[in-house]
């Protein structure tokens, strides 16, 4: 009794799910790919084939491939956080130096006999302070000073790259090669034996499974806590979450705050377990390419793992693209294709629509036909979908014998 | 060295770093008074240093070829080539209805990525340089001039005179005819400019193209006065966004953004020779050369608050 008035749901087309549309941005994305290597006049796919064996192709460098990808989650997410409170955090760059600058001090400072129990989590713990505070700088002048974060965050990138300019000569440069800090000693890095055992010395390291706890993290704070609500409501609409009591720019600071501290956590990664040295004058591409991460997952953590994925592949792969002669800048002009694609997503999104509604319609004509001969009066938006598809399908073969017969 | 040759030194070097962020932010000058935010100056700067430095460096290689000739063309072409990466910008913005701000973005990555790209097929290395920029001249007549002859008027750049000419031209365009009052505003009330007949999108395109077009030729300037050289390892530095930061600094008017890019100018100018003066030499390179970044930030802290950015920027239309 119950189950039968339960309001059924009105059939209608398929709509286009963000995967659907990031699939077709990545799609769109290595079109241009292939398009650029072909003017160059080289042989595209041979060119995505060495960029999958170069990725993918042994344990040691599906580990790396993993190595880099780690760095690429937890930038994704730190701009996906920000982009959930309607900011737009492309100061990640600089956010990683701030990371990165602190946990290379504190690895070459502290004593190599502390344990690792208690250094790990203290350089974690610094580098993410130091990145919140990045963040936070920039929240506050979003907040207090309406600065548009996306120039606060490019000049706090090229502020971190001159203090790292300054730092690393300062404090932990190796005598020898006068532009590189020291390399840290592997009981300081992120690196484990295990991994690096497994994987045959690959970047693989602690790191990663940092990427996917903070993936749950963000999903918690995003999707269970209060401040993940007041966050997202002020993403939403801030005049809106104002009226509602939200304390509008608290949550802007607070953002930026939590995004720094991601994003140097990636800074720590990469520069204390990815790789152990810093060098003068280098400002991180990786801040950039999570942009990409970030709204091709859809900012949702789930997402951003995967198309972190699918970037370190890219990434890592691009260094075998040597022997076919294309360039290996291919993979960053297809990351920003995609990012391009991305941000029209809009449209992408109704492009399929339109194909979507376009096939139901053909679809509710032929079960249409196909009742009609059958003498079923019952309106088509309240049959089941499984009775819908039958008639349909029935419709489909009655339509083709038409024509046919025509 | 006393002040007068250490202001005699500073300003025409402050004046050619004036001179790109200027076009720069001129550019975004257009298009956001046009209602399109663009973000992608940077891009669009560096496409401007690449393909002039591409053109340059293949002309000025043709034995007997007019070295001055090789630039003209340079810079018409950086032009020219940043117009065409302008257009992706204003598709996506206009007819995609993309959001502007990732859009820019990835213009900006674009760009790195596609010259850089460019570069490794043509040369084989991520740099380009050229064999010689614009000579420095005297203006005749002016350079005599005591105090303001010695300061503006003596070893400058033909290019120098050139945007500063296009600055007075687009003020006068932008204020003092119709065109300039419907592309304005489009950037305030465009349901209301459309109500009246004008073509919204086309006016948009013009003022997006517009942003390339003097991108382009600051990027293009960049490369034949102080840079020399397309170098991808540092791209242009940000200066994009300094000319961003100097549009909303300059409160999105001609006169303002002349002020405030000359403030970066100078703060760029002593970031790069601070070496040179004695004043500045015992602080370290670093803390030089975050400093036109950090003025960058505390300029807008003072700006930004009562913002006059157009009302439609950054909407779809």
């Known amino acids: 009794m119950g189950r039968k008035t339960v309001q059924q749901k009105p059939l209608e087309a398929r709509k286009a799910s963000p995967l659907v549309v990031s699939l077709s941005a990545v799609f769109l994305g290595i079109a241009a790919g292939c398009l650029f290597i072909l003017c160059i006049g080289k042989n595209p796919f041979a060119g995505f084939e060495r960029i999958l064996f170069g990725a993918l192709s042994n344990v040691r460098r599906i580990g790396n491939t993993l190595g880099m990808s780690t760095q690429l989650i937890l930038i994704g997410l730190s701009v996906a956080f920000a982009f959930k409170t309607g900011l737009f955090n492309i100061g990640a760059s600089g956010q990683m130096l701030m990371g990165g600058i602190t946990g290379s001090i504190l690895a070459y400072y502290l004593p190599l006999s502390m344990p690792r129990i208690i250094y790990i989590p203290m350089v974690i713990i610094a580098a993410m302070a130091a990145g919140a505070l990045w963040g936070f700088l920039s929240g506050l002048l979003k907040a207090k000073f309406n600065v548009h974060e996306v120039v606060s965050t490019i000049m706090l990138n090229w502020i971190a790259y001159w203090i790292c300019y300054d730092f690393i000569p300062r ?60 966050l997202k409501a002020v993403g939403s609409n801030r005049f809106c979450a104002e009226y509602a009591g939200i304390r509008v720019t608290r949550s802007i600071m607070i953002s ?68 076919t002669g294309i360039p290996t800048e291919i993979a960053d002009t297809i990351i920003a294709t995609i990012i391009y694609f991305t941000a029209t997503n809009v449209i992408l999104a109704s492009f399929w629509n339109r194909i979507f509604h376009s096939r139901f319609e053909k679809k509710e004509e032929a079960a249409a036909a196909a009742m009609k001969k059958k003498g079923d009066h019952t309106p088509v938006s309240s049959l089941t979908k499984a009775q819908f598809n039958e008639y349909a399908k029935e419709g489909r073969a009655l339509l083709k014998e038409s024509k046919e017969g025509r | 060295m006393g002040f007068w040759n250490v202001l005699s030194s500073i300003i025409p070097s402050a004046i050619a770093y004036t001179i790109p962020i200027l076009m720069g932010a001129l550019g975004g000058l257009y298009s956001e008074r046009s209602g399109v935010t663009n973000l992608c100056i940077e891009g669009l700067m560096l496409f401007g240093v690449f393909s002039a430095a591409a ?50 973005t990835a213009i900006n990555m674009l760009s790195t990525a596609v010259t850089l790209f460019l570069a490794q097929t043509i040369t084989g ?143 760029m100018t002593i970031a790069n020779m601070g070496k040179v003066f004695p004043v500045f030499q015992n602080i370290p390179t670093g803390y030089l050369g975050m400093f036109p970044y950090v003025a960058t930030l505390i300029a807008l802290i003072f700006s930004s608050r009562r913002s006059a950015a157009p009302l439609a920027s950054g909407e779809p239309f």
């Open chain 1, 256 to 323: 930026m705050a939590i995004a720094g501290a991601l994003a140097s956590l990636a800074g720590l990664t990469y520069y204390c377990g990815y790789s152990n040295i810093m060098e003068m004058g280098k400002m991180p591409n990786e801040g950039f390419d999570g942009i990409a991460v970030a709204l091709l997952g859809n900012c949702s953590p789930v997402g951003i793992f995967f198309s972190a994925i699918f970037f370190g592949i890219l990434k890592m792969g691009r260094g075998s693209l040597a022997a």
């Open chain 1, 171 to 230: 404090f932990i440069i190796d005598p020898t090669i006068s532009v590189k800090s020291k390399p840290i000693e592997t009981v300081h890095t992120l690196r484990a034996d295990w991994l690096t055992d497994l994987t045959q010395f690959s970047t693989l390291n602690y790191g990663f499974f940092l990427a996917i706890a903070m993936c749950f993290v963000v999903w918690f704070i995003l999707q269970k806590t209060t401040l993940g609500f007041s």
């Open chain 2, 125 to 267: 290395s991520g740099n380009i340089t050229i064999v010689r920029g614009i000579i420095r001249q005297n203006v005749p007549v002016l350079s005599k001039i005591p105090v303001i002859g010695t300061l503006f008027f003596t070893s400058t750049y033909w290019t120098t005179w050139l945007c500063l000419i296009l600055w007075g031209a687009s003020w006068f365009l932008l204020y003092k005819t119709s065109f300039g009052l419907r592309l304005r505003a489009c950037g305030e009330h465009p349901s209301a400019v459309a109500s009246a007949g004008v073509n919204v999108h086309r006016m948009r395109y013009i003022g997006v193209l517009a942003s390339g077009f003097f991108s382009g030729l600051g990027g293009a300037c960049i490369l034949v006065t102080y840079a020399g050289e397309y170098n991808a390892g540092s791209g242009i530095n940000g200066l994009g966004f300094l000319a961003i930061a100097a549009l909303i600094f300059g409160q999105w008017k001609p006169l303002g953004i002349l002020g405030s890019t000359f403030f970066f100018g100078l703060c």
């Open chain 2, 55 to 104: 053109t340059i460096v293949k002309l000025q290689a043709i034995p007997g070829f007019s070295f001055v000739l090789a630039i003209v063309i340079g810079i018409i072409v950086a032009m020219a080539a940043s117009m065409l990466l302008s257009l992706l910008h204003a598709f996506a913005a206009i007819n995609l209805k993309a959001n502007q701000v990732i859009s820019g």
